[in-house]
């Protein structure tokens, strides 16, 4: 089974269209057949993402560091519930878990992880597509930021990143994008 990694916010944020946009990509993923891999809790988009999948009867594998189950965040409801050491772990588990990656609205955790992965694919350690849902307008500056870069000279490689407004395209364009080994 192709699984999709999602990384997105812990927080709900402050518009409700954010967590209609994580539950509508953990509803299409079920749907097409494709597994969820994604930061492993049950609060705000990771959560709605993830319940959203597990109700459209897809499997969902969750990655969470210690200290967050600790806590009392992860999602125990999970298919498949990874307990790893920390924040690297997880990056590393998510990545050699999925074959493409999505980010949704976040904080600086999904920045994070998003372009740790984005990094290692400019580098070649991997060639995985690489979207953002970019609900609402939210990823438009970090978009344009990327733009100016190439244009300055500073992106080299494979930097392209897929951004569309509505979750179908831009799954559509991730799968087409998937290198098949």
């Known amino acids: 089974m192709m699984h999709v990694a ?9 518009d409700a269209a954010y967590a209609e946009a994580a539950r509508e990509v953990g509803h299409v993923l ?5 597994g969820l891999v994604y930061g492993g809790g049950r609060v705000g988009l990771m959560g709605a993402v993830a319940d959203a999948a597990l109700e459209a009867g897809g499997r969902v594998v969750g ?6 189950r600790d806590k009392e965040l992860a999602h125990e409801g999970a298919t498949e519930l990874l307990v790893v050491r920390d924040m690297h772990e997880r990056k590393l588990v998510m990545h050699e878990r999925s074959q493409a990656v999505i980010a949704l609205p976040g904080g600086f955790g999904t920045m994070d992880e998003l372009f740790e992965l984005l990094t290692w694919r400019q580098l070649g ?5 690489m979207g953002m849902l970019n609900a609402k307008g939210f990823y438009n500056g970090l978009l344009e930021q990327a733009a100016h870069m190439a244009r300055e ?7 392209r990143i897929i951004a569309h407004e509505r979750v179908e395209p831009l799954l559509d364009e991730l799968l087409a994008s998937v290198v098949r080994v």
Request: include cysteine; glycine fraction near 22%; charge should be positive.
């Open 63 to 68: 990655v969470i560091p210690g200290f967050m």
């Open 153 to 159: 000279g500073f992106l080299h490689g494979p930097t």
């Open 125 to 129: 350690l991997h060639a995985k597509p």
């Open 6 to 14: 999602v990384f997105c916010g812990a927080s709900g944020g402050n």
């Open 30 to 34: 079920a749907v097409r057949g494709l």
